[in-house]
């Protein structure tokens, strides 16, 4: 029994490639892939601090400096000044919305809030206008 044990495990792994590789495609936007998502001729981007159409004094720049670092972390895209970034996303607050989570039931002070930020955004190729 323990000799067939690698044969079994061989046509095992075998049988799992077989099942799973044609449910991969090429086009990572099709279907489940090991391509990256993100768009290779991309290299760099700016991002300018949004514009506030609310009245939350500097949520634009927490959530500007928020992005940034996202991109920084999450993708393959380096920051760079609008003028030679290869794209650009620029974004305008339109509204805010706190919503207490929790309070302290002797002082009935808001403990944790939840807010909503809503955004309107463009992502600008800047290669070709």
């Keep these: 029994m323990i000799g067939c ?6 046509a095992l792994v075998l049988m799992l ?3 799973l590789l ?8 099709q279907g489940y892939s090991f391509d990256t998502t993100f768009d290779e001729s991309i290299k760099t981007i700016a991002i300018p601090i949004f514009r506030n159409e609310t009245t939350s004094r ?3 720049v927490q959530l500007t400096e928020a992005i940034m670092k996202q991109v920084q972390q999450r993708t393959p895209w380096r920051l760079a000044p609008p003028d030679r970034a290869d794209s650009t996303l620029v974004g305008v607050v339109t509204s805010t919305e706190l919503r207490a989570l929790s309070d302290d039931p002797q002082t009935g002070l808001v403990q ?5 930020i809503t955004i309107r955004f463009e992502w600008r190729d800047n290669r070709s206008g």
């Design 17 to 19: 490639t077989a099942t």
């Design 112 to 116: 944790e809030q939840a807010v909503r």
């Design 5 to 10: 044990f690698p044969t079994l495990l061989a």
């Design 58 to 60: 500097g949520i634009e």
């Design 22 to 29: 044609p449910g991969c495609a090429s086009n990572p936007n």
